[in-house]
């Protein structure tokens, strides 16, 4: 209106239709600005190594986020010793007496924060997107740590120092790193929140709490406060898919189905603060996944796992071996695991470098979600395509509707739920492949010991 000041009284009607020319242009532009400002790119990873060449930011940079969320393991900040099973230190098996990992000191944090931020694809990314994020354990300061983690407070000061959380930010203040964010005009709202599931957890195989009452709290307010066309949470661990049911007794990975009570109490509370359009994503366990539970909140719930964008399961195996890996994944059962065509393999996980790509088409009819994995050149290896109607309730549960068919109704079942010659399969597989293989070994050393004897026998007589 300044602009108008100047314009004398006599020219009372031009400027009645200025400035109604002005508010319209100014309407006009708003609109504009506003559709400018809607996200329809978002990215994000998890697993970092900052001491190794990380290729996938080049990817990530070609899919132009306008926002990229960190979720955990943004470096590994702690330190891993060798693997040793004999000697005086002993890292490995039942008789090890000293740990694997150990954390490391303020000075050494710091400086792999440095390299991290210094990576070029990385600074670039950081340059033209909004950067966020959570950790995960090995940025908070110690593999598979929880609430009892000594240096937490001073890791939490270093973590926002590399994620440029001002100074005065609430979140400095706070115990732990969890937050919330909200992008985009009216009806094109995304929400983000990411969650701090290593500060307040409680010890594995405790069943206790992953966020500690506060968070809970805080939580719940986030979920009942402004609504939003999509929710986006972030957890550094997998929030559907419980691949420990399926690869225990041979080895566990940490998740929320690992704390049955508290993942239960997740679900309970998007339901009751009757929350629509949450999908999670999450890191953690250095491969790709998409992961949906239709049988929880009354619409169905995805969780994309991307990790990782530096470690990831194939790079600790040699090339050749590889097919192997992507064999036992496809012979592991998952109840949960989206398969579908768009896999570039038959198991529909994948494990070399990789990131998340969620993007949102606000101009089609209705709204839809494509929900990715992609690979470190950028394409798809993973994908699946969800219509914003999809996520809010519609009617009854799937469950207990006997009308509800199709693929839905096959993401239902727990895995713990799974017959035991199913669910155990892979152990069987490898305990009955180590017992023909040990028993191989000791037909041989008999047999070389028996020809050895007799042979001696032999020579003797002779
Ligand atoms: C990170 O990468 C470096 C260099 O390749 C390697 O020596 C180190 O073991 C890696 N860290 C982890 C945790 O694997
Ligand atoms: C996940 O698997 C673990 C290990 O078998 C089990 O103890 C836990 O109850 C499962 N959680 C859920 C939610 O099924
Ligand atoms: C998702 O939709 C896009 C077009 O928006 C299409 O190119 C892609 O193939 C679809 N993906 C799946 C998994 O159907």
Redesign the pocket.
């Known amino acids: 209106m300044v602009a108008f000041s100047f314009i004398p009284k006599s020219h009372h009607v031009v400027m009645n239709h200025l400035s109604s020319f002005w508010l319209f242009s100014l309407l006009f532009t708003t609109a504009i600005a506003a559709q400018e400002s809607s996200i329809t790119r978002i990215a994000f990873g998890s697993c970092a190594n900052q001491s190794a060449p990380q290729p996938i930011w080049d990817a990530i940079n070609k899919f132009d986020p306008q926002l990229f969320i960190w979720l955990g393991d943004n470096i590994y900040g702690d330190i891993k010793r060798p693997l040793k099973v004999f000697g005086k230190e002993r890292t490995f098996g039942p008789w090890r007496n000293t740990p694997r990992f150990i954390p490391s000191s303020e000075e050494e944090m710091k400086s792999r924060y440095a390299i991290a931020k210094a990576t070029p694809g990385y600074s670039r990314l950081h340059r033209n997107a909004k950067v966020i994020g959570t950790w995960d354990d090995h940025d908070y300061g110690l593999n598979d740590a929880g609430k009892e983690f000594d240096h937490k407070v001073r890791n939490q000061k270093l973590m926002l120092d590399f994620l440029d959380e001002p100074l005065d930010s609430p979140r400095r203040k706070q115990a732990g790193v969890y937050a919330s964010y909200t992008y985009g005009p009216p009806n094109r709202k995304v929400k983000v929140i990411v969650l701090d599931t290593r500060y307040h957890r409680d010890p594995l195989r405790s069943d206790g709490s992953i966020l500690g009452d506060t968070q809970w709290g805080w939580l719940e307010n986030e979920l009942r406060g402004p609504l939003s066309e999509i929710t986006i949470i972030g957890s550094s661990v997998q929030v559907i898919s419980?691949i420990?049911?399926t690869t225990?007794p041979l080895f566990?990975m940490e998740?929320?189905?690992?704390f049955?009570k508290e993942?239960?109490r997740l679900f309970q509370l998007i339901s009751d603060t009757k929350r629509n359009g949450v999908i999670f994503i999450s890191g953690d366990v250095h491969f790709g996944e998409i992961t949906r539970y239709d049988c929880s909140v009354g619409y169905p719930l995805y969780d994309v796992t991307s990790s990782g964008l530096v470690q990831y399961v194939e790079k600790v195996i040699p090339y050749t071996l590889r097919p192997i890996i992507r064999l036992l994944f496809w012979y592991t059962p998952s109840t949960m695991r989206v398969i579908n065509e768009k896999c570039k393999f038959k198991s529909c996980t994948y494990g070399q470098q990789n990131f998340g790509a969620i993007s949102i088409d606000w101009n089609a009819n209705p709204v839809t979600i494509r929900l990715e994995v992609r690979d470190v050149n950028g394409h798809a290896v993973l994908g699946t395509n969800v219509s914003l109607p999809e996520l809010q309730p519609r009617g009854p549960n799937i469950l207990t509707d006997p009308t509800a068919k199709g693929k839905s109704q096959r993401h239902c079942t727990?895995?713990?739920d799974l017959p035991g010659t199913t669910r155990y399969r892979l152990a069987v597989l490898i305990y009955f492949t180590t017992a023909v293989l040990a028993m191989a070994l000791l037909g041989l050393i008999i047999g070389v010991v028996l020809t050895i004897t007799a042979c001696v026998y032999k020579c003797k007589v002779d």
Do not use: T
């Not at 998740?255 to 690992?258: A, L, N, T």
């Open positions: 419980n420990s049911a225990g566990y998740s929320w189905g690992r049955p993942r239960k727990l895995e713990i």
